[in-house]
């Protein structure tokens, strides 16, 4: 019987995700790939080395180094010689890669607003009442 409610949340999840992509490709930068994006996330949550980039995403430095060529060459990184420390090269975020995360903020304000936000108040609290008790047993096993 659990089972079958299992499959169901899955699908229903699955489909839901694949519909507001849908509804909402036309607004997405396809600009970029997962990889490029989890970097840039990564730099601008204060990791702006190559070395700590590495390590962070558990890849060599050369093909941090590679992809972020291709983030400099679109204009979403700059990287700077450290006055402190000549040797060591320090990435920034450019102005078009804010541009991109301002972008992304209003679109997820606007998919909460359509989605979440048609749902009551109470079933918003079961709703993250759910998620946070999975993610509580989720937590468990690591």
């Known amino acids: 019987m659990k089972d079958h409610y299992i499959k169901q949340i899955n699908v229903l999840r699955n489909e839901i ?3 507001i992509a849908n509804k909402f ?3 997405l ?3 970029l790939t997962t990889k490029q994006v989890l970097i840039l996330e990564l730099i601008r949550t204060g990791v702006t080395s190559t070395k ?3 390590d962070k995403l558990n890849v060599s430095t050369s093909a941090i180094s590679q992809l972020l060529n291709k983030l400099e ?3 979403y990184v700059e990287r700077f010689i450290n006055p402190k420390n000549r040797r060591e090269i320090v990435l920034k975020l450019a102005d078009k890669a804010n541009q991109y995360f301002n972008d992304l903020d209003s679109l997820k304000d606007e998919i ?3 989605v979440y936000g048609k749902l009551s ?3 918003l609290k079961q709703l993250a009442s759910i998620l946070g008790k999975l993610q509580g ?3 468990e096993g690591s």
């Open 25 to 27: 490709e036309d607004r």
């Open 112 to 114: 909460n607003r359509e």
């Open 121 to 123: 108040l109470e079933e």
């Open 52 to 54: 700590d980039l590495a």
């Open 73 to 75: 060459d679109k204009r």
């Open 17 to 19: 995700n694949i519909q």
């Open 137 to 139: 047993i989720v937590n």
């Open 29 to 31: 930068d396809n600009e």
